[in-house]
C-alpha cells in the first residue's frame, strides 16, 4: 500500500484526506467517514481496512470532517459533500478508476446517509449520488443524531424525523443509487429498529433492486474492528465482497 496523506480539500477550514492506494494501475475506489459520533475520531482511524482492501486491489480515501464541540450542524455535512466532490473530481489522477463508492461507520455511516438519500449537498459541486457507484451505509442513525438533537437542547433519546435526518428524504427521489445497509443484531440501544425501519421505508416506496442489507451480530460497530478466522478484518471483507459483486 501506497499513502499520500495529508492532502488538502478545503482550505478555509484546514481539512485534508488520506489516499491509501494498491499496488496495481487501476482499481475500485473507497471513500470512507470516520465514526466517533461527530465529536470524534480522524481520519487515520480503521487503517487496518484501509490496508486489507489495498492489498486486495481496493483504493481507499479517508476524510476529516468538522466535529462536535467546535462544528454545529450542517458544517459536518458541508465538509464532507466537499470531500465527495474532490474525489470526484480529481482521483482519475492517480489512476484509472473502475468505480467510486462511499461509505462510513457509525457517525460516517449517518453522513453518507444524508449525502446518499439527500441530493442537495452533492448538487452544490454540480454532482448526484447516483455519479458514484454505490454507498456503505454502516450503522449509522438514519433518523435525527443524537449529538443534533444535543445542538438543539432536545433529550439525545428522541426519535425525530427531520431535514437533519437521512429518513426524511426517503422517497423524495425516483432512484437512489446501489446501497449496502450493515447493522448489529445488539446495536446501540434502538438503532437495529431505526435502521429496520429505513429498509422497510426504502421498500415501502420500490427501492429493493439495489439495497442489500446485512445484520450483524455483536455490539455497535463490533466487526469494524475484528478478524474473522482467517485473520482478515470482517467489515473491509465485507466492503471488498460489496464492490466486487455490484
Given amino acids: ?28 475506489v473507497f471513500l470512507y467517514f470516520h465514526g466517533g459520533g461527530l ?14 482492501l489495498a492489498k486486495n486491489g ?15 450542524f450542517p458544517e459536518f455535512l458541508e465538509d464532507s459533500a466537499k470531500a465527495a466532490a474532490w474525489v470526484f473530481n480529481n482521483i482519475k489522477n492517480y489512476g484509472k478508476i473502475k468505480g467510486i463508492y462511499v461509505g462510513g461507520s457509525s457517525a460516517g455511516g449517518y453522513i453518507s446517509q444524508m449525502l446518499c438519500f439527500d441530493n442537495s449537498w452533492l448538487k452544490k459541486y454540480g454532482i448526484s449520488p447516483l455519479d458514484f457507484d454505490g454507498f456503505v451505509l454502516d450503522a449509522g442513525q438514519p433518523t435525527c443524531h443524537y449529538n443534533v438533537l444535543r445542538e438543539k437542547g432536545l433529550d439525545t433519546r428522541r426519535i425525530i424525523v427531520d431535514e437533519t435526518a437521512p429518513l426524511y ?3 423524495l427521489d425516483e432512484k437512489y443509487p446501489p446501497m449496502l445497509i450493515l447493522y448489529s443484531d445488539n446495536d446501540m440501544e ?7 425501519l429505513l429498509v422497510s421505508t426504502l421498500k415501502h416506496f420500490g427501492h429493493t433492486e439495489n439495497v442489500t442489507v446485512k445484520e450483524m451480530h455483536g455490539s455497535h460497530c463490533q466487526y469494524v474492528f475484528n478478524k474473522d478466522e482467517n ?3 470482517i467489515f473491509a471483507k465485507i466492503v471488498l465482497e460489496y464492490i466486487k459483486g455490484v
Fill in 39 to 52: 465529536e470524534s475520531g480522524t481520519k487515520a482511524d480503521q487503517m487496518e481496512v484501509f490496508e486489507y
Fill in 169 to 171: 428524504f426517503v422517497g
Fill in 190 to 196: 434502538n438503532r437495529p429498529e431505526q435502521t429496520r
Fill in 231 to 233: 485473520g482478515d478484518n
Fill in 1 to 28: 500500500m501506497r499513502s499520500i496523506k495529508d492532502i488538502c480539500f478545503c482550505e478555509e477550514n484546514g481539512l485534508c484526506l488520506d489516499i491509501h492506494l494498491p499496488c496495481c494501475d487501476e482499481f475500485p
Fill in 58 to 72: 481496493v483504493c481507499t480515501v479517508s476524510a476529516d470532517y468538522r466535529m462536535y464541540p467546535t462544528a454545529k
